[in-house]
């Protein structure tokens, strides 16, 4: 059990070996939003763990937040269920993310009107964050605006800095706005979806950047394109399958 946030300013791997991370009944923070672990402008790696909500109400909570220009996060052999809160993986302004054999299920996040974004409702918050995906499993969660409508709440799967999947599963989720997102049109915010399914889900698809569908990827959504401000330009290139 964690009884307050796990703050990480050195590089560092951490082995689970099997094992559950929960949220003690006494956790305590000074912080304006819950964390269970924190990594600050380091290389954090979580392996073999499995992270349990126990469907516990939390408000503002990150189950992983990485920051920092130097932030490096992977996770790999990990399974995240059962939160309540506002987002899992909060990813703000650092260098990469990336998922390895992850699956995450069953959570619930609601929106919390607050300054920022901490209390934006979003499965995967991956603001200036390049990120790598690989046989990533995404199921049966609901993320809802509640009283949160700023851009990116409701949103499964928000990107900016562009990423790639594969192996990637995305079914029978509920978002209020997207299931995917890419806020913003410059060169440097493409995605590609190498392979997989997105699927049964509730919500579309809104590009302001450049998105690819490889050949061995599905998609059955609707896709908004919208340029951003600036001004940018807006492309897709499918050689999978669009079900809209």
Not at 16 to 30: E, P, R
Not at 68 to 91: C, E, M, P, R, Y
Not at 94 to 113: M, P
Request: aromatic content about 6%; overall charge negative.
């Amino acid at each position: 059990e964690v009884e307050a946030p796990i703050k990480i300013t050195s590089d560092v791997v951490i082995h689970g070996v099997g094992h559950t991370v929960t949220l003690a009944d006494t956790y305590s923070t000074t912080e304006n939003v819950k964390r269970v672990f924190m990594n600050v402008n380091a290389a954090l790696t979580l392996d073999h763990m499995l992270f349990d909500g126990e469907n516990e109400e939390n408000g503002k909570l990150f189950v992983v937040d990485n920051g920092g220009a130097n932030g490096v996060l992977t996770l790999q052999d990990v399974t995240i269920q059962n939160f309540k809160g506002t987002q899992i993986v909060h990813s703000e302004q650092a260098k990469s993310a990336r998922f390895i054999n992850v699956k995450i299920k069953d959570n619930t996040l609601i929106g919390i009107a607050s300054s920022g974004n901490i209390g934006r409702a979003c499965l995967l918050w991956m603001q200036g964050t390049v990120t790598e995906m690989d046989n990533v499993e995404i199921t049966g969660n609901v993320v809802n605006t509640g009283t949160n409508n700023d851009f990116g709440s409701g949103v499964l799967i928000y990107q900016r800095n562009g990423g790639s999947a594969r192996k990637l599963t995305v079914e029978n989720n509920k978002a209020t706005n997207h299931v995917f997102a890419n806020y913003s049109a410059t060169a440097k915010n493409q995605y590609i979806f190498e392979s997989g399914s997105i699927k049964n889900n509730t919500g579309n698809f809104f590009v302001a950047g450049s998105m690819t569908f490889g050949e061995e990827m599905t998609v059955e959504s609707d896709i908004v394109f919208n340029n951003d401000s600036a001004g940018g330009v807006c492309t897709l290139t499918n050689n999978g399958l669009i079900v809209g």
